[in-house]
């Protein structure tokens, strides 16, 4: 990937807590739990959004980290369900995902071209490479923001 490219990814990465934040501005109650024409929540999309983060952020250090990490992919339904999504407050869950952006962000400035070079394997998608990760996990953000305005509308 060019250097500029990876910037605007990087850059769009940053920018996807601050959308997920907007997406959720002013949100009543009990419009929390009102479901999406894919029937998530912004509630249950808040809570995928930490766990998801948190789950992204330590796929990156592994494949920064480690030699061929094993990258593994997991069950996002079953984490709704059994993680309590559709109930808890989405406070912890939002400060978690910020946590998760602000630290990994600071680790990405400091990447250089070998570091960009590594890779590993996810379990569900074969050969996972860094750019491949920054490719997802920049849009991740501004997908579910969206998520969360076509719930509220």
Same mark, same amino acid.
Do not use: C
């Given at each position: 990937?060019?250097?500029?490219?990876?910037?605007?990814?990087? $850059?769009?990465?940053?920018?996807?807590?601050?959308?997920?934040?907007?997406?959720?501005? &002013?949100?009543? @109650?009990?419009?929390?739990?009102?479901?999406?024409? *894919? &029937?998530?929540?912004?509630?249950?999309?808040?809570?995928?959004?930490?766990?998801?983060?948190?789950?992204?952020?330590?796929?990156?250090?592994?494949?920064?980290?480690?030699?061929? @990490?094993?990258?593994? &992919?997991?069950?996002?339904?079953?984490? $709704?369900?059994?993680?309590?999504? &559709?109930?808890? @407050?989405?406070? @912890?869950?939002?400060?978690?995902?910020?946590?998760?952006?602000?630290?990994?962000?600071?680790?990405? *400035?400091?990447?250089?071209?070998?570091?960009? $070079?590594?890779?590993?394997?996810?379990?569900?998608?074969?050969?996972?490479?860094? *750019?491949?990760?920054?490719?997802?996990?920049? $849009?991740?953000?501004?997908?579910?923001?969206?998520?969360?305005?076509?719930?509220?509308?």
């Amino acid at each position: 990937m060019e250097t500029q490219a990876r910037l605007e990814l990087i $850059a769009r990465y940053r920018l996807g807590y601050s959308a997920v934040e907007e997406a959720l501005s &002013g949100i009543a @109650p009990e419009a929390l739990d009102h479901a999406d024409a *894919d &029937g998530w929540t912004p509630r249950q999309v808040v809570h995928h959004l930490a766990d998801s983060e948190m789950t992204s952020a330590l796929r990156l250090r592994k494949l920064v980290a480690e030699s061929n @990490p094993v990258i593994w &992919g997991y069950d996002e339904g079953r984490y $709704a369900k059994t993680l309590w999504y &559709g109930e808890r @407050p989405i406070e @912890p869950s939002l400060l978690a995902f910020r946590a998760a952006r602000e630290t990994t962000a600071n680790i990405l *400035d400091r990447l250089s071209e070998a570091d960009w $070079a590594r890779e590993g394997w996810h379990t569900e998608s074969g050969r996972y490479s860094i *750019d491949r990760w920054l490719e997802i996990y920049a $849009a991740h953000g501004h997908e579910h923001a969206a998520q969360i305005r076509q719930a509220r509308a």
